[in-house]
């Protein structure tokens, strides 16, 4: 008898240490390049997932992918010159099959 060992093809396109988070966040973070600086550092650090401006003002981003990259983009963020984080509320949610990182509108 033969057995399939599933296991051999991971179909998944995250890695098992990866995790995601929905963040939101408020201060000046519209009109300034901030979701397309997420997107590229998204790029940069191998993330998935998508942000988007909200109606009050603030940003939410999905972020999927290793913690340390994830960390390291949110670092980034709070560098740039013209964005001002006044404040980032992340929770940590299910891990989600996807490729790529876009802008929603």
Same mark, same amino acid.
């Given at each position: 008898?033969?057995?399939?060992?599933?296991? +051999?093809?991971?179909?998944? $396109?995250?890695?098992? +240490? +990866?995790?995601?988070?929905? &963040?939101?966040?408020t201060g000046i973070v519209q009109g300034v390049g901030f979701?397309? %600086?997420?997107? =590229? %550092?998204? #790029?940069?650090?191998?993330? $998935?997932?998508?942000v988007q401006n909200q109606w009050d003002g603030s940003v *939410?981003?999905? %972020?999927?992918?290793?913690?340390?990259?994830? #960390?390291k983009l949110i670092e980034k963020l709070y560098e740039d010159? @013209? &964005?001002? &984080?006044?404040?980032?509320?992340?929770?940590? *949610?299910? *891990? =989600?099959?996807?490729?790529?990182?876009?802008?929603? @509108?």
């Amino acid at each position: 008898m033969h057995f399939f060992n599933h296991h +051999s093809q991971n179909m998944k $396109s995250t890695s098992s +240490s +990866s995790i995601r988070k929905q &963040i939101r966040f408020t201060g000046i973070v519209q009109g300034v390049g901030f979701r397309f %600086l997420v997107q =590229q %550092l998204a #790029n940069q650090y191998h993330i $998935s997932g998508w942000v988007q401006n909200q109606w009050d003002g603030s940003v *939410i981003a999905q %972020l999927q992918g290793e913690p340390d990259a994830i #960390n390291k983009l949110i670092e980034k963020l709070y560098e740039d010159h @013209y &964005i001002q &984080i006044d404040e980032m509320k992340q929770e940590t *949610i299910p *891990i =989600q099959m996807e490729t790529g990182f876009r802008v929603r @509108y």
